[in-house]
């Protein structure tokens, strides 16, 4: 059933805007001065997904950049990152940067997630956690290429929105919860991989506990000087890969 989740999503995405189309179109016929609006609304239709602009940063920024992951790269190309981001920037949500999402968050750049989904090395019958929803774009990226995604928003109002979004792009396998990400959420655990979407001072030592034998997870650590860590758990510990320097929003913690 996973398997057909992306399909589903764009016939519900194409059937919006279908809806969208005929109420102006039933409006208009109450009121002729609609008929224009009913005409820039379908010559401006085909560029609602702003899928030109996916296919062009999955070839530039991402690609070109050594992502390589074919399943990734189709997950890039299909959630729509222009609805995760305020509507004032749309039009910069394919560039290779983070933009705000307010309350002090932000949403990574594209080249960030996609690396960070293909080091976790997700497969579809995977469950995996994610630590700090913010927008909610990378568990949409997630939900494309994993079974099950649990994702923990430490800020309500992000936690809701990010909730009510994924729910209406149809994305039924991901799961949001307010909380505090330092803890994880044991409830679901073992986790096949984990992603921390928020910089911690140092590994929080429940999200390796929540891992599961062969797992990995994929976290930037550091207050000033971050850097992106692969940490892989084995019968006989964890092992530990360190790669590029990155800036990632401190992870935060509910206050005792």
């Not at 960030?112 to 080091?119: D, F, G, H, P």
């Not at 995604?149 to 909730?163: D, F, G, N, Q």
């Not at 990400?181 to 429940?206: F, K, S």
């Not at 390796?208 to 006989?236: C, F, H, S, Y």
Request: glycine residues 8%.
């Amino acid at each position: 059933m996973q398997a057909f989740l992306p399909h589903v999503r764009k016939a519900r995405r194409r059937w919006s805007v279908r809806l969208a189309l005929l109420m102006l179109l039933l409006a208009s016929c109450a009121d002729p001065s609609a008929r224009e609006a009913v005409a820039r609304q379908q010559a401006g239709a085909a560029s609602l997904d702003y899928s030109d602009e996916r296919r062009r940063m999955v070839e530039e920024h991402l690609r070109a950049r050594g992502i390589s992951d074919s399943n990734v790269l189709d997950a890039m190309l299909r959630v729509p990152r222009h609805r995760f981001v305020p509507p004032a920037q749309a039009k910069s949500a394919y560039g290779d940067h983070p933009l705000p999402i307010g309350h002090g968050q932000t949403i990574s750049q594209p080249y960030i997630v996609a690396y960070m989904t293909e080091a976790a090395k997700v497969s579809r019958q995977d469950k995996v956690l994610e630590i700090g929803t913010g927008s909610g774009y990378q568990a949409a990226v997630l939900g494309e290429v994993a079974g099950a995604v649990y994702s923990i928003e430490i800020v309500p109002a992000l936690a809701r929105r990010a909730r009510d979004l994924l729910r209406e792009l149809g994305y039924e396998n991901v799961h949001v919860k307010t909380g505090d990400g330092y803890q994880g959420w044991a409830e679901h655990a073992p986790y096949d991989a984990i992603l921390v979407t928020a910089a911690p001072d140092h590994v929080p030592p429940a999200l390796i506990d929540q891992l599961a034998q062969g797992g990995r997870m994929v976290i930037p650590v550091g207050t000033w000087n971050q850097e992106m860590r692969v940490i892989t758990k084995t019968p006989g510990g964890v092992t530990e890969q360190r790669s590029f320097p990155v800036r990632f929003v401190p992870l935060t913690r509910e206050r005792k």
